[in-house]
């Protein structure tokens, strides 16, 4: 009954500007109102803190960043995950999907429309390229908070390579590099292919850093993410690798920025990430958890 009495007060107050809309629809959900009027009222950050979880989309098979079974995924985006969930006193659900054609393909699925297949979106994304071009195309998604930068590097023995100038310098040499990505496209197109007998492709570019490591291949073309996380992952010494940064056409020379993704219009929740990511980067957390798996924080 008093929910009901004080429902009918907080309608009849707002709605003659004794109190405000939002502070109403607060009233009514800390009583335990029906949310059918607070629903539609509610703004974008709100909607999310009434359901209690942050819903994070991030890559399957995107080692060093997610990787792992549901339900038990590793990697530096999954920890960023927690921590953001943490800062906005929410818990985390995990939307693991697998890459489609294109980021545009990505965004609509998991941000701003849902898969075809039921599931999404999400109430943000990770690991999304911070770029105009991108941003651009893509009106219905707000592209922002980057929290590192991709390097194209090259991982390299230094008993085969002991220093590397340009990319001429590679043939004759085994090299590696990931299936299907713009590294491996942009080492095989070099010179017309200059170099394309040279290379094997691996599944990961952790792997194919590792096959640097084990001597299988004398320089792997991958992202400095990947090169640092291999190596730290197989505790190799200083001195068992070098990395050097090599541009090749089709690539931007100084990488690119990994921010995130919300839904076009999400402003409360956009401002509410700002001051998590602030919060995690002036505690030392973020910076923790590039050092323990071995990565550079490098400034986007």
Not at 201 to 219: C, E, K, M, P
Not at 267 to 293: H, I, P, T, W
């Amino acid at each position: 009954m008093l929910v009901s009495t004080t429902a009918s007060y907080s309608a009849q107050a707002a709605s003659t500007g004794m109190i405000s809309r939002r502070q109403s629809i607060g009233l009514l959900l800390a009583l335990g109102a029906s949310p059918v009027f607070a629903e539609d009222e509610l703004d974008d950050l709100s909607k999310i803190r009434a359901k209690g979880t942050l819903k994070v989309a991030v890559y399957k098979d995107n080692a060093p960043f997610s990787s792992g079974v549901a339900g038990d995924m590793l990697g530096l985006d999954v920890s960023l995950a927690e921590a953001l969930a943490k800062q906005l006193n929410l818990k985390l659900a995990l939307l693991p999907f697998d890459a489609g054609e294109n980021m545009n393909d990505d965004l609509r699925n998991m941000v701003w429309k849902g898969h075809y297949l039921g599931y999404g979106p999400a109430d943000v994304m990770l690991n999304v390229p911070v770029d105009k071009y991108l941003i651009q195309q893509n009106r219905q998604v707000t592209i922002f908070l980057p929290y590192m930068r991709q390097v194209p590097v090259l991982f390299h023995d230094p008993l085969k390579l002991a220093q590397v100038n340009g990319p001429d310098e590679l043939k004759d040499h085994k090299l590696a590099a990931e299936r299907g990505t713009g590294t491996a496209s942009a080492l095989m197109g070099h010179h017309s292919g200059m170099l394309r007998s040279q290379v094997s492709l691996f599944n990961s570019g952790i792997d194919a850093a590792t096959a640097v490591l084990r001597g299988q291949a004398d320089a792997a073309y991958v992202l400095r993410s990947q090169a640092e996380a291999a190596a730290a992952q197989a505790k190799a010494k200083p001195e068992d690798f070098l990395i050097s940064q090599m541009s090749l056409t089709g690539l931007p020379e100084n990488g690119w920025p990994l921010g995130m993704a919300i839904k076009s219009g999400y402003k409360d929740l956009g401002q509410a990430l700002e001051v998590a990511m602030k919060a995690l980067r002036e505690n030392g957390e973020l910076m923790a958890m590039f050092k323990s798996r071995g990565m550079t924080l490098t400034a986007p």
